[in-house]
């Protein structure tokens, strides 16, 4: 095939752009920007009480037909000032001869919520999410991928973590993995099954994976979703002690899991009802998947409805045998494991939702390249042509040189090249994002009614029929593993104020004593319980960008929550400690924190 089509749509909402939660039921305007993050024209969509009928008829086994046909025409019409018309025409143009790669980027969490793989295209009818030659992408702006951490020498490049809980159809699950691994097309590859799997069990084995050297590049969750008491959707995985029963974890937990494995796992596969729903549109805990794509995750592939038992061993089956045995990209394997389970009654099809960012271009690859072991080679005999003296140094700088020359060539090796389109390796397409956020102008830019203009991600089409590809940004260059890596992700388009963090200290900088700033709470000297603990996290987030940073907080009688101390934090992080902490409701801390309070709450990121 040629090369790929890329679509992007980014979105920013025209009222409160700085904050991508505050969401209201009603009309709203949300403004086009193209890959810079320049306002090309603004789009409507009607949030009306029709459109959340619409929605919930959604979660029915076999939705009825006029609700889906309302939803892709209402998705169309959004779109249609946006220059999708365009867009279909390409799509339909492509079919049989290109993929083509669509990128929702939104800094309006409702949007996520929309079930895009409706979207109807005008030319053929048919919906945009069961074409086969189309892979549609969620992304979160201002976050990116944790670069991929260099393996040791002689470690396995090909493993699988599968965890399950609860009734469940692990037994399938397990067999289709393990037999897609043995038929591997490039070698066998390894399958480790954690079996009534607690949080902590999993968090357990992805640890000691990567203390051992052997970190699992995929990892396969099989459970059950579960609503939490305030609406929003978690995992329900086993309690611990041992028995059958199931606890529901939040997705700011969950988000932790996966964040301090980033760097290993590419691919995180989460195979449970309602694991890519928030809930509510624009409900700030976010859903499971939306978390770990924000922790950093290279891919995420989750279920935005129910999943139904046998859609989900088809997905299962159909998606190893296309990332094992065929070894094809997760963008393939994906479009495979939908193409499988549409069997034109069920709407499983249309569930799966992949998060994966445009700046890693197109054909994101979950198994790293096999790490070479360092060999030295000597020619026999050169050490007799001269001297003893000499012939050992001789000897001695022939093998330095080669070791070194060996060490380059593995470095290069493990180092990915730039994106697939070629792009400088210094470019990031979410550098233009808090620049996007900070200051946008409430009318489109002159030049959006050009025809290059029109589709949303800026970039010039030549001629009609050709879509506009999105920025050509390179993957993240590949790390020795030495950065930190930070344990969850800080809302990235909030304050427009907000400073990047300043990078890491390594050993030999100076380290600056922190200055806390303390805020009274009578007596505060008993550790909250545990479900306050985490609802306070959910409201946290922790920051991203690299060093330490240790933040106290004191859940007062009254219901409020202070910032004790913020040490290693700048000013605007600081700020925003104290501002996340105030939206911790009274009620959640009175019920939580019960006879505990006063009582604090510690966080520590490194």
């Not at 076999?62 to 939803?71: D, H, I, K, T, V």
């Not at 929309?114 to 295209?121: A, D, R, Y």
């Not at 969750?221 to 978690?234: F, M, N, P, R, V």
């Not at 029963?245 to 899991?257: G, H, I, M, N, Y």
Request: charge should be neutral; proline fraction near 7%; aromatic fraction near 4%.
């Amino acid at each position: 095939m040629n090369d790929p089509i890329r679509i992007l749509l980014w979105f920013v909402r025209k009222d409160d752009s700085h904050d991508p939660f505050a969401f209201r039921f009603e009309s709203q305007l949300y403004n086009v920007l193209d890959e810079r993050g320049v306002v090309l024209r603004p789009v409507e969509l009607p949030w009306s009480a029709a459109l959340m009928r619409q929605l919930a008829a959604l979660r029915e086994p076999s939705p009825p037909q006029r609700a889906l046909e309302a939803l892709g025409a209402v998705l169309s019409e959004f779109l249609e000032p946006a220059g999708w018309a365009h867009h279909s025409k390409a799509i339909v143009e492509a079919k049989g001869t290109r993929q083509v790669v669509v990128t929702i980027r939104a800094a309006a969490a409702e949007l996520f919520a929309l079930p895009w793989e409706l979207l109807t295209i005008k030319e053929t009818q048919e919906r945009l999410g069961a074409l086969d030659h189309v892979i549609l992408r969620y992304e979160w702006p201002g976050t990116k991928t944790v670069p991929a951490r260099a393996l040791p020498a002689g470690a396995s490049t090909r493993r699988v973590l599968m965890a399950w809980a609860g009734e469940v159809p692990h037994e399938e699950h397990e067999r289709a993995i393990r037999a897609s691994a043995g038929a591997a097309k490039a070698g066998a590859a390894e399958l480790c099954v954690v079996a009534n799997a607690s949080y902590t069990d999993i968090a357990d084995a992805l640890r000691e994976a990567t203390r051992a050297g052997r970190p699992f590049q995929l990892l396969h969750l099989l459970c059950h979703g579960g609503a939490d008491e305030d609406g929003s959707y978690g995992l329900a995985l086993a309690s611990g002690d041992g028995g059958v029963e199931t606890s529901v974890v939040a997705p700011a937990r969950l988000q932790k899991l996966v964040s301090s494995n980033a760097g290993e796992l590419r691919l995180v596969v989460v195979a449970a009802c309602d694991s890519g729903s928030a809930g509510a549109p624009a409900a700030r805990a976010g859903s499971v998947a939306q978390r770990m794509h924000q922790a950093g995750v290279q891919a995420v592939l989750a279920s935005r409805y129910p999943l139904s038992i046998t859609g989900s061993s088809r997905m299962t089956t159909a998606l190893y045998r296309a990332l094992l045995e065929r070894d094809e990209s997760v963008e393939q394997a994906v479009i495979a494991a939908r193409v499988a389970i549409d069997d034109g009654a069920g709407f499983d099809w249309a569930s799966l939702q992949l998060y994966a960012r445009a700046a890693d271009g197109v054909g994101i690859r979950v198994w790293p390249p096999a790490p070479k072991p360092v060999e030295t080679v000597m020619s026999p005999g050169e050490g007799a042509a001269t001297g003893a003296t000499g012939g050992r140094a001789w000897i001695y700088g022939a093998v330095a040189v080669l070791v070194l020359g060996a060490g380059f060539g593995i470095v290069r090796a493990l180092t990915p090249p730039p994106g697939a389109d070629g792009a400088p390796a210094g470019q990031r397409a979410s550098d233009a994002v808090v620049t996007a956020q900070k200051d946008l102008p409430a009318e489109a830019s002159p030049g959006a009614a050009t025809t290059e203009a029109t589709t949303g991600d800026g970039t010039s089409s030549g001629s009609e029929g050709r879509a506009e590809t999105d920025a050509k940004a390179p993957a993240e260059p590949g790390t020795t593993g030495a950065e930190p890596v930070a344990k969850s992700t800080m809302d990235p388009a909030l304050a427009p104020e907000t400073k990047k963090l300043p990078p890491a200290r390594t050993d030999s900088a100076p380290k600056a004593t922190p200055k806390p700033k303390t805020v009274r709470c009578s007596g505060a000297k008993e550790k909250c319980s545990k479900g306050l603990i985490d609802k306070i996290e959910e409201k946290l987030l922790a920051p991203t960008g690299g060093g330490s940073y240790s933040v106290k907080l004191n859940a007062c009688v009254d219901g409020s929550v202070k910032l004790a101390s913020c040490s290693g934090c700048s000013d605007a992080l600081e700020r925003e400690a104290s501002g996340r902490a105030k939206r911790v409701s009274a009620s959640v801390v009175k019920s939580k924190g019960k006879d505990k309070l006063p009582c604090y709450a510690s966080f520590r990121w490194d």
